[in-house]
Structures are given as structure tokens and as C-alpha cells.
């Protein structure tokens, strides 16, 4: 099992910034993906972006050029750096890490955070 403990979500302006941070219960190069889906009021939740082990990254097209995703993988945690936010981002921001476990690939998730952009 894989824990998963998010924190940096809140309340913000249009065009501003937060920083969301995942910290792993084991080493992030046990982890095939950690990254972070987001889920709006009435929506599907949609994945917003992922880091491999290898370093891999990718981007939901409504993100890119205004989120980044970075580790530190001697703490085992990865950040979501969100700027230039717009309403539409409203959401609440689940991270995520898919892991092997026996033969299976199995997904597990935090607490989830509530990112909220408004003037």
C-alpha cells in the first residue's frame, strides 16, 4: 500500500499561483506514475498531469505552459507548481500513484485538496 498526504490547495485570484505537494510513503522509484487528477462540481474527475519514475512528464492540453511537475525524490514527494491559475481550475486535486502490487498494477490516491480560483 502506498500512502499519499497532499497540501498547499486554498483560495486564489485569477492569474495567481499555488504549489501543491504529495508526499509518498515509499520511494517514488517504486512508482510506475504519481501526478494529480482534479474533479469539478458535476464533472468526470480528468487526469491534469503525471511524472514517470524515469522522469517522464505529461500534461493535460488546458495546462500546459502554465503548470509544472517536479520531485524530490529524497523526500519521496512531488509538486505541482499551478501559475497563471483561471477559474476553470476550479477543483478539487487529487494525487495519485499507480504501483505495481503482485502482478497487478493498482492505483492509489490522497485526501484530495480544494483549489479554488476566484476574484
Known sequence: QVQLVE????????????????AASESLFNIYFMGWYRQAPGNERELVAR??????KYF?????????????????TVYLQMNSLKPEDTA???????RSVGSEIKQFWGQGTQVTVSS
Open 7 to 22: 497540501s498547499g490547495g486554498g483560495l486564489v485570484q485569477p492569474g495567481g499561483s499555488l504549489r501543491l505537494s504529495c
Open 51 to 56: 511524472i514517470s519514475s524515469g522522469g517522464m
Open 60 to 76: 493535460q492540453d488546458s495546462v500546459k505552459g502554465r503548470f509544472t511537475i517536479s520531485r524530490d525524490t529524497t523526500i519521496n
Open 92 to 98: 478539487v486535486y487529487y494525487c495519485y500513484a499507480d
